[in-house]
C-alpha cells in the first residue's frame, strides 16, 4: 500500500500545475463588425419570442436583465410555462420538466474560453456546461432547436431554425431592418452582436489588476491572497477566473450521467445565485462549504478509499488547501468581483408583437 501511495504522490508532484495567474478583463469585446445597427437588431431578436416555435419563449425567458441576464432558479422552465425568474411555472397540464442544468448569465459570455497568455479566439469560446457548442454565434441555436426550451412539440428538431427564418421572414420591419433576406446566420450575427455588449470590465478587481490600489479593500486584498493560496485558482484563474476546462467534482447530471462540467466564471456571483451546475447551491457559503467536503473525499481517494463507490474526482483537487478561516476572506475578494454597472434595459416592443418577458 505504502509504495503505491508513494508513486501517486511523485506523479500528482511531478504533474505541472496551471498557471494561477489572475487578470482584468480587456475593456470591449466587440468585434469589428458589431455596427450600431446590429446590436440594435439583436437586441430585438433577444427578446423577441418568435424565435421559439411556440412563440412564448425568448432568449430573455432565462437570460433575464432583472435577474443577472440568468434567471435565479435552480434550474430553468422554458415552453409551456409562464412567468420570469423564480416565479415561473409550469402552465396547466404543461408536460415539460425543468430541465437538468443550471441557466449561466450571458454577462461577459463574450469572453468565454480567455486565457492567459493566450490569443483570444472568438470561434473557439466554449459554451454551455459542457463546452459542447463554440463561439457566441453557435450557442444562438442550441436552445432554439432543443424541445424543452425554445421548440416544444410545434416541430422537429431539424425544421426548428429554418421554421425560425421563415417566422422572421413573415414580419415586414424585421425584413427591412435585416436588409432584405434573413438568414440563420444573419440572426445569429446579430444576437451575438448584442450579447458581446453585456459586459462587467470595470469591476473593483479589474480597476485594482490596472493599478488602482485603492478600488479594493484592505480585507478584498487579503481575501485574493486566501483565494490563491486555498488553490481555488488552480481552475478559477486568467481574466474570467476560469480555465473553461471541464473538472469533476463529485456531481453528476442525472440526465446524461456526465460528472465532468466546466469551471464557472466567478464574476457578478452576487447577481446569479443558485450556483453549481445543478443550481444545487444557493449561497456562497454553501459553495465553499461543499469545497471543504470535496477536499477530504479527495484526500480519501488518495489515501486508497474504495474507488468504485465513489465517483472520480479532479486530482486537481489534491492541491487545494481551504481553511474555515479562509471563508469570509474569499467571500469579500468575490464581492470585488460584482459590478451593478450593465445594461439592465429591454426594448419597450418588440417587431412580432409579442409580449416581451418581463
Known sequence: MLPTLLVILATAAAEPLPDTRLEALPQSAALPGDTPAQVALGRLLFFDPILS??????????????????DARPTPLGVN?????PARRLVAGGAFLPLTRNTPT??????NGIAIGKPYDPTQAPMFWDNRMRSLEAQVLGPIRQREEMRGDAC??????????????????YVRLFGGKITA???????????????????????????????????????MAAFQRAGCALCHNGPMLSDYKLHAIGLTDNATNRSEFRTPTLRNLAHTAPYMHHG??????EV?????????????TLEGADTATQPALDP???????????????????????????????????PSGLPIPR
Not at 421563415?166 to 420591419?173: A, K, V
Not at 452582436?193 to 478584498?220: N, S
Not at 465553499?288 to 480519501?300: I, N
Request: charged fraction near 20%; glycine fraction near 4%.
Open 53 to 70: 416555435a411556440t412563440r412564448t419563449v425568448a432568449c430573455a425567458t432565462c437570460h433575464s436583465p432583472q435577474h443577472g441576464w440568468a
Open 81 to 85: 410555462a409562464s412567468g420570469i425568474g
Open 106 to 111: 450571458i454577462l461577459n459570455t463574450a469572453f
Open 156 to 173: 422537429s428538431e431539424a425544421e426548428a431554425v429554418p421554421a425560425m427564418v421563415e417566422r422572421l421572414s413573415t414580419i415586414p420591419e
Open 185 to 223: 446566420a444573419k440572426v445569429t450575427q446579430a444576437i451575438a452582436a448584442y450579447e458581446r455588449t453585456l459586459i462587467t470590465p470595470d469591476t473593483p478587481f479589474d480597476r485594482f489588476m490596472r493599478g488602482d490600489k485603492t478600488a479594493m479593500t484592505p480585507v478584498q486584498q487579503q481575501g
Open 280 to 285: 444545487g447551491s444557493s449561497t456562497l457559503d
Open 288 to 300: 465553499l462549504l461543499f469545497y471543504d467536503r470535496l477536499m477530504d473525499q479527495a484526500a480519501e
Open 316 to 350: 486537481l483537487l489534491r492541491h487545494m488547501n481551504l481553511l474555515p478561516e479562509d471563508h469570509a476572506l474569499i467571500k469579500a475578494f468575490l464581492d470585488a468581483l460584482n459590478s451593478d454597472d450593465y445594461d439592465k434595459t429591454a426594448p419597450e416592443k418588440v
